[in-house]
Nanobody, 115 residues
């Protein structure tokens, strides 16, 4: 059974950095487009960044130049390096894996950025 487990969330001051990790199991990791989404209180879930099977990356405009997504296919893990964090980045961050009609989600990791 496919499973995604996020780690690395926490509380950080504005301007600080965090790295989220998502460990995938029960799937052929190299087939999947991996993504990070976030949902802030009272807002809809939005795509933050994704990375394709050939390492092409895509970012929402608000995080370009600050966040970096990467994947390690040997470790079945996708990362989100978040630098220059702002209070507006506060949200629950979700890991996502997509391949054709298959779509899996992690339970989320809370990131709180204090001003």
């Amino acid at each position: 059974q496919a499973q995604l487990v996020e780690s690395g969330g926490g509380l950080v001051q504005s301007g600080g950095s965090l790295r989220l990790s998502c460990l995938a199991s029960g799937m052929t990791f190299t087939l999947y487009v991996m993504g990070w989404y976030r949902q802030a209180p009272g807002k809809q879930r939005e795509l933050v960044a994704n990375i394709t099977t050939d390492d092409t990356t895509n970012y929402v405009d608000s995080v370009k130049g600050r966040f970096t997504i990467s994947r390690d296919n040997n470790k079945n893990t996708v990362y989100l390096q978040m630098n220059s964090l702002k209070p507006g980045d506060t949200a629950v961050y979700y890991c996502n894996a997509m391949f054709r009609k298959l779509d899996y989600w992690g339970k989320g990791a809370l990131v709180t950025v204090s001003s």
